[in-house]
């Protein structure tokens, strides 16, 4: 049996906001070229946890491990160094940039970016709308040029915050398609969703959160026979 490859081991996380104790001791892997989700209601730590992946809470404590690197104590730049690439819920569009200018803004700091042809047919709308202002961007325009801008630094674990929130069906189905294509070109990635919908199809496995702390995790071949459980911490 081959053993899979750890890109992501985060042990005994604790995150805080201020005063506040947000995550209580999280710990979960995700391999290399997995896709992974997140799931719980809101307030659960789901979007902290990828916060505090990258640094970008307050006190952190525990383990982080990414490609075999302690970063628990690392700044943020440095932890985009590791090949991280972080997708936020706001999706940090400029809206006085074109759609090319916020596409090319994010320096290429690994080797293996994507280049913008490349992009440009993993995202064809992108290419149409390339002179179009951010704020002339439709909300899944947005998020696809949110998307692609982290696949240009040369990140391989990407972190996506909620990717599927306020889209129409068809633009979520086609979100869906681009994670397909990203796994199988070795993207690893770690999912924070809400839609059980969207995210349990895509996911090898998945990590229930709440009250910020893994209380279950479920392989894609479990779905099934775990339906009890789902409903009680999900509602699905």
Do not use: W
Not at 19 to 48: K, P
Not at 135 to 148: N, Y
């Amino acid at each position: 049996m081959v053993r899979a490859t750890e890109l992501l081991r985060v042990t005994d996380l604790h995150a805080f906001y201020g005063e506040s104790h947000i995550l209580h001791g999280l710990d979960f892997v995700v391999n290399q070229g997995e896709c992974v989700t997140l799931l719980g209601r809101n307030g659960a730590g789901r979007t902290t946890t990828l916060r505090a992946i990258l640094g970008l809470t307050g006190r952190r404590a525990g383990s982080i491990m990414i490609n075999g690197y302690e970063a628990i104590n690392l700044a943020p730049h440095r932890i985009a160094r590791l090949g991280v690439g972080f997708c936020p819920e706001e999706r940090g569009i400029y809206s006085s940039l074109s759609c090319e200018e916020n596409l090319l803004l994010l320096p290429q700091l690994g080797s293996g970016g994507m280049s913008p042809d490349e992009i440009y047919e993993m995202f064809p709308n992108l290419y149409e709308r390339r002179h179009s202002q951010g704020t002339r961007l439709s909300g899944g325009e947005q998020q696809m040029l949110a998307m692609a801008r982290i696949l240009r630094t040369g990140a391989r674990l990407l972190l996506l915050d909620e990717i599927s929130e306020g889209l129409a069906p068809v633009i979520v189905q086609r979100l869906g398609q681009i994670i397909r294509q990203l796994k199988e070109k070795g993207f690893t990635i770690l999912l924070v969703e809400q839609n059980f919908r969207f995210a349990a199809p895509l996911a090898d496995r998945m990590y229930i959160v709440e009250h910020g702390r893994i209380v279950a995790e479920i392989h894609q071949h479990e779905i099934h026979q775990k339906k009890e459980l789902l409903q009680e911490y999900l509602g699905v």
